[in-house]
Protein backbone atom coordinates (compact mmCIF):
# COMPACT_ATOMS: atom_id res chain seq x y z
CA UNK A 1 0.00 0.00 0.00
CA UNK A 2 2.76 2.56 0.58
CA UNK A 3 4.31 1.77 -2.79
CA UNK A 4 0.60 2.56 -4.24
CA UNK A 5 0.46 6.27 -1.67
CA UNK A 6 4.63 6.54 -2.78
CA UNK A 7 3.82 6.42 -7.01
CA UNK A 8 1.93 9.57 -7.47
CA UNK A 9 4.29 11.88 -5.22
CA UNK A 10 7.30 9.77 -7.38
CA UNK A 11 5.65 11.05 -10.70
CA UNK A 12 4.98 14.67 -9.59
CA UNK A 13 8.67 14.98 -7.85
CA UNK A 14 10.28 13.76 -10.88
CA UNK A 15 8.32 15.56 -13.77
CA UNK A 16 9.42 18.74 -11.72
CA UNK A 17 12.86 17.92 -11.50
CA UNK A 18 12.94 17.07 -15.32
CA UNK A 19 13.56 13.57 -14.61
CA UNK A 20 10.09 11.81 -16.02
CA UNK A 21 12.17 9.66 -18.54
CA UNK A 22 12.60 7.13 -15.89
CA UNK A 23 9.29 6.18 -15.16
CA UNK A 24 9.10 4.00 -17.74
CA UNK A 25 11.00 1.28 -15.05
CA UNK A 26 7.71 2.39 -12.52
CA UNK A 27 5.68 -0.28 -14.54
CA UNK A 28 8.45 -3.20 -14.29
CA UNK A 29 8.27 -3.06 -10.47
CA UNK A 30 4.43 -1.91 -9.77
CA UNK A 31 2.76 -4.80 -12.19
CA UNK A 32 4.74 -7.88 -10.69
CA UNK A 33 4.18 -6.35 -7.45
CA UNK A 34 0.30 -5.92 -7.91
CA UNK A 35 0.37 -9.81 -9.30
CA UNK A 36 1.99 -11.00 -5.84
CA UNK A 37 0.13 -9.15 -3.59
CA UNK A 38 -3.28 -10.71 -5.42
CA UNK A 39 -2.01 -14.10 -5.52
CA UNK A 40 -1.09 -13.29 -1.56
CA UNK A 41 -4.61 -12.24 -1.59
CA UNK A 42 -6.31 -15.19 -3.19
CA UNK A 43 -4.08 -17.58 -0.89
CA UNK A 44 -6.04 -15.52 2.44
CA UNK A 45 -9.42 -15.79 0.91
CA UNK A 46 -8.89 -19.70 -0.01
CA UNK A 47 -7.54 -20.33 3.46
CA UNK A 48 -9.79 -18.17 5.05
CA UNK A 49 -12.75 -20.54 3.11
CA UNK A 50 -10.65 -23.55 3.76
CA UNK A 51 -10.68 -23.16 7.44
CA UNK A 52 -14.62 -22.41 7.77
CA UNK A 53 -15.60 -25.41 5.79
CA UNK A 54 -13.70 -28.24 8.04
Do not use: E, Q
Not at 12 to 20: A, Y
Not at 35 to 45: E, K, P, R, T
Amino acid sequence: MALCCFTPLLVIILGTVGLSAWLAWLDYILLPGLAIFLLILGIGIWRLKKSHVT
